[in-house]
């Protein structure tokens, strides 16, 4: 089963160790020896850094285990994705689609939904309200007696007429502009 001929039964007495039965790092030179190392960390004796670098090389020797077995899992799953259709294109789809509903159900996306409504509701109102307004005061200049053609008149004459320069329109335009003579 495995392509190395190591065991990879994590349960097995022989875990990690190839197949002549020794640790392959320590025989290799995988690990450092007790040999190797002239110094010795303060406070640790001999014995005590051989039993640690064993020790090391056992952990050493699982983790590479753990890897192997972690690579044939992701070759079965492939294998598995690829028997069922699934593509890595689809399963970002799916995962893109699950992103999106468990966004739309968040209170945060409520929240700020609303709020954004509400928003919207408000503008509307307003630009309505304003459009009335524009309508109105459109609506009361048309009212007017005010004629195109000028003939005679000039405009200083036009402006005094007593009916426009008493519109509500035509005290608003001349309280934001002063007083302007013309001529």
Known sequence: MDPVGQDINLNSPNKGLGPAG???????????????????PPGLTEEEAEELYSDLAKVEEEINTLRQVLLAKEKHSADLK????LSPLNELKQNLTKGWQDVQTSNAYKKTSETLSVAGQKTTAAFSTMGTVLSRKLGDMRA???????????IRQSISMPTMR??????????????IKLG
């Open 82 to 85: 690829r028997k069922l259709g």
């Open 144 to 154: 007017l007696p005010f004629s195109n053609s000028f003939g005679n008149y000039s």
């Open 22 to 40: 020794g640790v392959d790092s320590l025989t290799e030179g995988g690990a450092m020896g007790v040999a190797a190392v002239n110094t010795l």
């Open 166 to 179: 008493n519109s509500p329109t035509f005290k608003s335009f001349e309280d934001k502009v002063g007083n």
